[in-house]
């Protein structure tokens, strides 16, 4: 077993907590900073400061954003009538990948899940449905993940959303049950969109 300066074995250590990095990753991305010139290493903490400093929750749909409203939702030039639900806000890269999609988004934050104690109460729907009220949307796509949260989650938005008026949709099942839709590839999530089904 190798020994490790403490400071070095700390980075090592931090790093193999991220997603996807085991032991040699960490090792190799430790030494290649270790190596690299201290501006470097500057820019690395600064980015990892900001994205806790500079970063909110978007006003509009609850995505990640950098001002009261994202990217997207300020964007004219997308469909302001189609809105895509999501449970987190790392699921947009999956249908944004598709390059097929020209709505807006709604991430919910979460799914519902009784097992662990999360009922639609917890979940950021209330904005939705304010959404749904101000009468701009046509169409609602339910992209929660197919997992059992997911499709409980899908069932009850339908129920709820259907009654004010937009067209509520469900994304098909290329989608491996079980599964989030990060791990879908585009032809994948595009065929999905493609062919949501009535709820
Ligand atoms: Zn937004």
Redesign the pocket.
Known sequence: MAEFAEPLLRLITEFKRLPGIGQKSAQRIAFHLLRAPREDAERLAQALFDIKDKLTI?T??N?I?DGE??V??RDPHRDHGLLCVIEEPHNILAVETTNTFRGL?HVLHGAISPLRGIGPEQLKIKGLVDRIHRGEIQEIILATNPTVEGEATAVYLARLLKPLGPRVTRIAMGIPVGSDLEFADEVTMSRSLENRREM
Do not use: K, R, V
Request: hydrophobic content about 10%; charged content about 10%; some cysteine.
């Open positions: 978007c509009e749909c995505n954003s409203i994202c997207y939702c988004y």
